[in-house]
């Protein structure tokens, strides 16, 4: 387990109230770790601090006026859908337009196969909730998104873990992985993920979805960033390839979200799932919160149909471009080989490895000195962690801030070395 973040004086959630004999709190709670990217959040506001930690979008670019109108729209023209309780799988109008959305993308969906989350990551959580027992075996990624840890880490399961390369995670790793477990789930993030930013190759979906049918074991697909894409050619997602192979869509769960493409503060998302555990997952749903805000959905479906977010989404896509270049170029030419960078064709993230043996934890309290903060990649591995890497965050801060970012993480990397060698 990595060691704690520096922290803040003021959170007083980490003070432990109690007697560590009598824990008010679950098991199942006891067992959650805090989030270190949320938690480094909290310095994200200190003056003049550059973050590249977080995977916020760039606020600068969202779409305030065609927010506006859409927020005004649902309030004017449909008060009781956006006011009143709504149904537990989302408003049927909100599921057409998705399921539209979808199409564009080749995934052939209808307004029944989706459910309305509150974000993304109530999709994986529900999904988790409903698939797994304690103990458990699930497949992630290694490294892997660190909240579906969260999520998935509730049921204390068995991790079994592939790696990553340059094509995304290793699929043909997974009976190796298994060891014999047959897993409930197979986690996997196939385009930009984070933190890496890699992409899985054409073969490796195919290969993933063939696996899931011979072992009928879901696959949870969790696509945040395809539309993100700056370069190079879409690969279609794996829940559009399961339709090449008979039975496999009974087996295929997708998860995805406005966050990254419109706006994270509407907590808007969406599952596609088969019908079996669409039924599972409205269950719960309705146990965890009834049904999304109403107020948002109404407010996304009008800015849907506004027919604004092509356009909004060329300048994102344009705008992330130069900031990843002016990340990457200027981290390249400040460290050298000292720290191998992945620079992927889209998304949010740059994933590096330092080659001179730098404990990206131990940097991490000395570029927050010198204000500026990253994540250290030891947060993403549930097994055998990469103390020399770490997640960059690009599309927060514009060039100039990256640049100057990058100068500073390089000062707090000589001063580390500079002490380790007085030490
Ligand atoms: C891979 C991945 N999945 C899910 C999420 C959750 O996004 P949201 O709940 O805002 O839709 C994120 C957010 O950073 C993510 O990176």
């Not at 399921?99 to 209808?110: P, Q």
């Not at 204390?156 to 094509?167: E, F, K, L």
Request: hydrophobic share 45%; net charge neutral; aromatic share 6%.
């Amino acid at each position: 387990m990595p060691a704690a973040l520096p922290d803040l004086p003021d959170d007083p959630s980490h003070a432990s109230q109690h007697d560590p004999q009598h824990d008010p709190l679950s098991r199942r709670m006891r067992a959650l770790r805090r989030s270190d990217v949320r938690d480094l959040l909290r310095h994200a506001g200190l003056p003049d601090m550059i973050s590249l930690a977080g995977g916020l979008p760039a606020a600068e670019l969202f779409d305030v006026e065609g927010l506006r109108a859409a927020t005004l729209a649902a309030l004017d023209d449909t008060p009781a859908a956006a006011l009143q309780y709504g149904m537990t799988e989302g408003q049927p109008a909100l599921r057409e337009a998705i399921a539209a959305l979808l199409g564009e993308r080749g995934i052939v969906a209808g307004a029944d196969d989706l459910v309305i989350t509150a974000g993304s990551q109530q999709g994986l959580d529900l999904v988790a909730r409903v698939l797994l027992d304690d103990g458990d075996a699930v497949v992630v990624e290694r490294p892997s998104y660190l909240a579906a840890l969260q999520a998935f880490g509730l049921a204390s399961p068995r991790w079994c873990t592939i790696g990553v390369d340059a094509h995304g995670g290793r699929v043909e790793d997974l009976d190796a992985a298994c060891a014999g477990l047959r897993p409930k789930l197979v986690y996997v993030v196939p385009d930009f993920a984070n933190p890496t930013g890699a992409c899985m190759s054409l073969e490796r979906r195919r290969a993933l979805v063939r696996w899931a049918v011979r072992h009928q074991v879901t696959v949870l697909e969790d696509d945040p960033y395809g539309a993100l894409r700056t370069g190079g050619a879409p690969i279609p997602s794996i829940a559009a390839l399961a339709a090449e192979v008979p039975g496999a869509s009974n087996w295929i769960a997708q998860a995805s979200t406005l966050s990254k493409t419109v706006a994270p503060g509407l907590r808007v998302g969406w599952l596609r799932l088969p019908p079996w555990l669409r039924d599972a997952v409205v269950r719960l749903k309705q146990a965890a919160d009834l049904h999304t805000s109403s107020l948002a959905q109404e407010t996304a479906r009008h800015y849907l149909a506004s027919g604004r977010l092509p356009a909004r989404l060329a300048i994102v896509r344009a705008e992330y471009a130069r900031r990843r270049d002016a990340l990457a170029e200027a981290l390249q030419s400040g460290f050298g080989d000292r720290l191998a960078l992945q620079v992927p064709e889209g998304g949010m993230f740059l994933w590096g490895r330092f080659t001179d043996g730098t404990d990206t934890r131990a940097l991490l309290p000395h570029a927050l000195e010198r204000g500026t903060m990253f994540v250290p990649g030891d947060a993403f591995f549930v097994d055998a962690a990469d103390a020399a890497s770490l997640r960059l965050n690009f599309s927060a801060a514009p060039p100039d801030r990256l640049r100057e970012g990058a100068r500073r993480l390089r000062d707090a990397h000589a001063a580390l070395h500079a002490r380790a060698a007085a030490a």
